[in-house]
């Protein structure tokens, strides 16, 4: 892998001076998202981190057209581009990426993502996922742990598991569906090149450890991010055609049966402060019900 | 000339479709549906070349709408009632964006509890989005209002709702001239977008923006969200002449005779001047005609554009009455109508002290005959001569 990391496009599109928190693994994914996107691409972006990390009017840090939209929107602006294009006969050259947080997938964005993933709508959407809104300040949100304290389950914790979005994308006519990591940019860059190419709804998934968020120290994100992967938190995979498969680390970990316990990434962040023994049982469940579920599918093809 | 016996709905659908509009993105709610059922005909059957989106709610329909206007489509969408109020974070981003999108909305009451039938709830609730609105009084209108729309907007880059009585319009025939396609072409040039996608550069639309003015990477001063505000504000106002001025040239060239922002029926000599949106206000012309059989002197006043709106106009045309009488389907509830609020406001600038009264009538569809606002005229003068005025709302056949 990180002998073919040179390949990687040398233009920068993510400026210095961009508006990013310290340690921001979002910042860190999206310099290889426009990376491996490039030129001719219009994004359009809901309410997020994200509309942050591009700056305020008039200066942008992001050397890359993007269209703000409304929170609840962000698949629909999409379809709304790829409409314009395809009657303006611009569809050949240009490609339309969404680009959410949790929030604006799991949550207020579902029903216009489920709209424009079942129109067969031909996009990217990319959902990063920093398991709550952590724009307004570390709320919880559907993409929050288990265990999770939140500035809305202060004192309880969050006391269910979050949704399984993969599964609920899967449940439409996608062509591809992918989860990353900003702990491997190559991973995530190559399956952003693969989705360019590919017809139809592209949705890819990346997990971003948020520091402030998340309780941890800023120069920890991707030691985080690796340890998510390493316990299965965090899934390296692609799904052609329905077809799934480890990709990277987590390939390497499912052929090894490496796979490490929830314990040590748990230990690592202060938002798990309040979890219960009970609740990192459960926790751990989850995540082992998932990963077999994931190698029985990755034997199977 | 061509003319045809349909419906509001078909003639609105017929107007979208001679705009070439590229673009269109809508969601079912009665009664607008078949303005939707009939554009996908005409793409289907490759009679109008456009993408249509069937999206999956009306909040989408006018997202897709503002990203295909804002990327260089002519776009266009229907709907009514809560698919109206349902999509209003979109209307006000719609206007904010400055993108010339037309929208028809077939008035409908607005529950709880449900309701199908007509009033104009939904689009006077939302005057303060920055939309110009325009009310169709009959079946020809709506098409050429919404052909007028598409230049207005694309003129001002302003939003454009073309609004309509709910059944009494959508769904009832008239005959309706429809004008020809070669003729809108010289009439509606194609729409240029002011962003350009295309070029190197690329841009950020709808970033954060501070209050305050900032400069840019290149010394150039920009606007604050203040001054962003202010020049919607004044592109509303200004409108005005364009609205005017389009309504002339597209009367001139397809000979006909409407009014650009407010129109007048019998006024010249009236003492009582009857004041309405849409649909009711044709109908008071037959109440002012059977009242005028009485000797009562009376005129009405249709607004056909509620935003901007005409206070000028309004008050020169109500400057020599003695008695105004608003109907109108619409409260703003613990206040008044919000018609007569409006007229109100305009004639206090106007120095006009003229006494008002004003009817809420026909919400959800209740009737409202002309003989009933003839008898309803005539009890409010007996008030008003009296000067008795403890009621000035009331509630037409409660």
Known sequence: ?301 | MSVKIITGNSAAALGAKICKVQVISAYPITPQTSVTETLSQYVEAGDLKAEYVRVESEHSALTVCISASTVGARSFTSTSSHGLLYMHEQVHWAAGSRLPIVMCCVNRGVGAPWTIFNDQQDSLSQRDTGWIQLYCKDNQEIIDTVIQAYKIAETSYLPVMVCYDGFLLSHTMMPVDIPKEKDVDKFLPPYKPYLSFSKKEPINVNPVVFPWKREDSKGVVRDGYMELRQKLNEALISSKDTILNINNEFNKLFKRESAGLIWEYNTKDAEVCIIGIGSIASESEEAADLLRKEKIKVGVLGIRCFRPFPKEEIVSALKNKKYIIVFEKAVSYGFEGIVASEVKSALYDGGIKTPLFSYIAGLGGRDVKPSDIASEVKKALLEMKKKNFKNQTKWFGC
């Open chain 1, 1 to 301: 892998m990180p002998d073919k990391l040179f390949k990687i496009e040398k233009k920068e599109y993510l400026l210095p001076g961009n508006r990013a928190c310290q340690g921001c693994s979002l910042a860190l994914a999206y310099r290889y998202v426009l990376k491996a996107l490039g030129k001719n691409v219009i994004y359009t972006l809901p309410a997020s981190c994200l509309t942050v990390v591009y700056g305020l009017y008039p200066i942008s840090s992001v050397d890359a057209s993007l269209i703000n939209c409304t929170f609840p929107s962000c698949a629909a602006s999409a379809s709304g581009i790829v409409a314009a294009l395809k009657a303006l006969k611009r569809d050949k050259d240009t490609n339309v990426v969404a680009i959410a947080g949790d929030g604006g997938t799991f949550d207020i964005g579902m029903q216009a993502l489920s709209g424009a993933l079942e129109r067969q709508t031909n996009f990217i959407f990319i959902c990063y996922n920093n398991e709550g809104y952590m724009n307004t300040g570390t709320q919880r949100s559907s993409a929050t742990p288990l265990g999770a304290i939140t500035s809305t389950t202060p004192f309880l914790t969050k006391l269910e598991p979050q949704k399984d979005i993969i599964k609920i994308v899967e449940a439409h006519n996608v062509s591809y569906v992918a989860s990353s990591s900003p702990a491997y940019p190559k991973d995530l860059y190559d399956k952003l090149v693969k989705a360019k190419g590919i017809k139809g709804s592209k949705f890819m998934h990346i997990l971003t450890p948020c520091p402030p968020g998340w309780g941890f120290p800023i120069n920890h994100s991707v030691k985080i991010a690796k340890l998510s992967v390493d316990c299965g938190v965090s899934v390296l995979f692609e799904i052609e055609d329905g077809k799934f498969q480890f990709t990277g680390r987590s390939k390497f970990l499912a052929e090894k049966n490496k796979k490490k316990d929830v314990t040590e990434y748990i230990k690592a962040q202060k938002r798990f402060d309040k979890i219960s023994d009970s609740q990192i049982e459960d926790f751990q469940k989850w995540v082992d019900m998932r990963w077999k579920n994931y190698l029985h599918r990755n034997n199977a093809s």
